[in-house]
């Protein structure tokens, strides 16, 4: 049984094939790092596998939550950091208390998200998905803008998912430190 499965997957941008005959699949307690350089299609193949792109060829079978961390903070702005992420938690059915935690952000949830610094509303990008209680994380570049504390949190939190038996997608330029499976786009 997989998380996701890619079969034969072929991508399209602005006219432009970035990759084809793509086969990928996450099993449960599996972490894949996706490398390859800017534009060969990194954030692309984290689009195509939470739904938001459509494959120019080939199917995708994914489950019905995944979750998303990308440029995009995905947050209401106007409410508090905990009300934001309570949402999200609410919805998937995660849990808001262990996510604040982990990210060390539980003492800014009375925030609003819109008074974050810009290292904080990284961490409550990735508090987002930790919150969310979906078995399959898409990260794209989850270490720019952290700082070593912010590092070494991401790195427990992957571990706990991945132990737990989620899966995990990460498109970085970056080398993460445990048990990656590569794939490499665009060699």
């Not at 998380?3 to 793509?22: D, Q």
Request: net charge neutral; glycine share 14%.
């Amino acid at each position: 049984m997989s998380l996701i499965g890619f079969e034969g997957v072929a991508c399209l941008r602005g006219g432009r094939l970035l990759f084809e005959a793509l086969d990928l699949a996450i099993a449960p307690g599996e972490a894949v790092h996706v490398t390859g350089a800017n534009g060969t299609g990194k954030s692309s193949l984290l689009r195509l596998a939470a739904g938001l792109l459509a494959p120019a060829a080939g199917r995708i079978e994914r489950p019905a939550t995944i979750a998303l961390a990308d440029e995009a903070l995905a947050l209401d702005r106007e409410r508090t950091l905990g009300e934001a992420l309570g949402w999200w938690a609410q919805r998937d059915g995660g849990d808001l208390a262990a996510a604040l935690d982990a990210f060390g952000l539980t003492d800014l949830a009375p925030v609003p998200v819109r008074l974050l610094s810009t290292g904080q509303a990284r961490r409550a990008r990735l508090a987002r998905v930790a919150a969310s209680g979906a078995k399959l994380w898409l990260l794209d570049e989850p270490l720019n803008g952290l700082d070593a504390d912010g590092i070494s949190r991401l790195a427990a939190a992957l571990s706990k998912h991945i132990s737990s038996g989620g899966g995990v997608i990460v498109a970085s330029h970056v080398a993460l430190g445990g048990a990656w499976r590569e794939l490499a786009l665009g060699q």
